[in-house]
C-alpha cells in the first residue's frame, strides 16, 4: 500500500485518526508535512461522513436482530448519556466540536460521531462540526508535530 493510503486509513481508524496519521506520514514515511495534513483531514472527513449515514443503520439493524448487541448498546446509550449528557445537551454541535478539537484520546471524529447519533444532535450541524472539528485537531496535531521536527 502506498504511504499516502495508509495516512488515509490511520486517520480513518478509530484510536488513531489525526493523533498518528501525521506524525506517521512525516517521521516515518517521510511526507512533506502539509501533505499529511491535507490526507489526514481527507481520512477524517470520509469517516465523518460513514458515520453520520451508516451509525444509525447499524445501530437499527444490531439492535433488531441480536439481544445481545440490543443490550450491550442499550447499556452503552445509557451510560454515555449520563456521563455526556450536561456537556452536549448544553453546547450540542460546539461540544461536539469541542471534544474533536482538542486532540486527546477517546476524542476524535468517531466518539462524536455516536455522540451525535446518541443526542439526535441534527445530522448537518452534527457533519459540519465533525469537519471542522477534525480540521481543527489536524491543525493542531500538524503545528505539535512540526514543532518537534524543528526543534531536531
Request: positive net charge.
Amino acid at each position: 500500500m502506498s504511504p499516502e493510503l495508509i495516512t488515509i486509513l490511520a486517520a480513518m481508524s478509530p484510536v488513531l485518526e489525526v493523533r498518528a496519521s501525521i506524525p506517521l506520514a512525516v517521521a516515518y514515511f517521510k511526507l512533506p508535512p502539509l501533505e499529511a495534513l491535507y490526507l489526514s483531514i481527507t481520512g477524517s472527513v470520509i469517516v465523518a461522513l460513514l458515520l453520520a449515514f451508516f451509525l444509525p443503520i447499524m445501530s437499527n439493524f444490531l439492535m433488531q436482530n441480536s439481544q445481545f448487541c440490543k443490550k450491550t448498546l442499550t447499556h452503552v446509550y445509557e451510560s454515555t448519556q449520563r456521563r455526556h449528557g450536561k456537556l452536549i445537551e448544553n453546547l450540542e454541535a460546539l461540544g461536539l466540536f469541542l471534544i474533536i478539537a482538542i486532540p486527546l484520546p477517546l476524542t476524535g471524529v468517531w466518539t462524536a460521531s455516536a455522540l451525535a447519533f446518541l443526542f439526535d444532535i441534527p445530522k448537518k450541524k452534527a457533519l459540519i462540526a465533525t469537519i471542522l472539528g477534525a480540521i481543527a485537531a489536524a491543525i493542531v496535531v500538524f503545528f505539535f508535530v512540526e514543532g518537534i521536527s524543528l526543534a531536531f
